[in-house]
């Protein structure tokens, strides 16, 4: 049987949008919609929060997730992610327990639900895809980016493709920044969550919202409005 386990990380320094990972929304602290989809999808046999702060502790305890403490060291604004998925599995096993998947969710996108959880941790197949991600269309053609110079000039990133219809791309996906999967193995030997056989389930737009910045919950209302009517 495939054991499972599902980390949330979610430090409490952002500076963007202070206290984001535990905000208001919809009368419930935004981690939790996290929180309950990972419990809801019936997969994991742990549901973990790291964490250095003693309030989003406190809010993820109260909705049914394990609170494993993270180290100062490793919730700088400028400490990348991968170091703490890798520290987290390693005192895992240090306690005696190992896994075989790991499911990362990312604390501050409520929109996503239990199913899209379940269909990213399907992907994986030991071998084939030991790495998945949640993915969304681009909402404007990315092959039609823009680049400006100091002086404010603008040039095509892509200079063969910017004049090109969007039917003759190929089709664009970029991650959501709210699910990852891997194989454990595959993440400790590649040490990232784009490894070489990476497949994604592909989201909708407003199931995709991550919270990064005040405009960003403006959006998720909406949104969350909108699928409640």
């Given amino acids: 049987m495939t054991k499972r386990c599902a980390l949330i990380p979610a430090r409490g320094g952002s500076k963007r949008l202070p206290g984001k990972n535990i905000v208001d929304f919809f009368g419930k602290p935004i981690i939790a919609y996290t929180i309950e ?20 502790a406190a809010v993820s305890t109260r909705h049914g997730a394990s609170v494993i403490s993270r180290r100062r060291e490793m919730a700088g604004d400028d400490v990348p992610l991968i170091p703490v998925v890798l520290d987290f599995i ?12 790991l499911c990362v969710l990312m604390a501050t996108a409520p929109m996503r639900n ?5 269909d990213v941790m399907a992907l994986l197949k030991p071998g084939t895809c030991e790495f998945s991600m949640a993915v969304t269309e681009y909402g ?7 680049i400006a110079d100091n002086n404010g000039t603008l040039r095509a990133a892509w200079p063969e493709l910017v004049n090109k219809q969007e039917q003759d791309v190929p089709k664009y996906l970029c991650d959501n920044g709210s699910t990852y999967g891997f ?17 994604g389930h592909v ?11 005040p405009e960003d919950m403006e959006i998720l209302e909406l949104f969350a ?5």
């Fill in 140 to 146: 404007l053609s990315p092959h039609q980016a823009l």
């Fill in 183 to 199: 194989i454990v193995d595959g993440l400790k030997r590649e040490k990232t969550f784009y490894g070489k056989t990476l497949k």
């Fill in 203 to 213: 989201m909708p737009r407003r199931r995709s919202v991550d919270l990064n910045e």
């Fill in 225 to 229: 409005g909108s699928s409640n009517s």
């Fill in 114 to 118: 239990a199913q899209d959880i379940r």
């Fill in 37 to 56: 989809a990972a419990m809801g999808s019936g997969l994991f046999e742990r549901v973990c929060v790291t964490t250095e702060d003693d309030g989003i």
């Fill in 90 to 101: 390693e005192n895992e096993e240090h306690e005696g327990r190992t896994y075989d998947e």
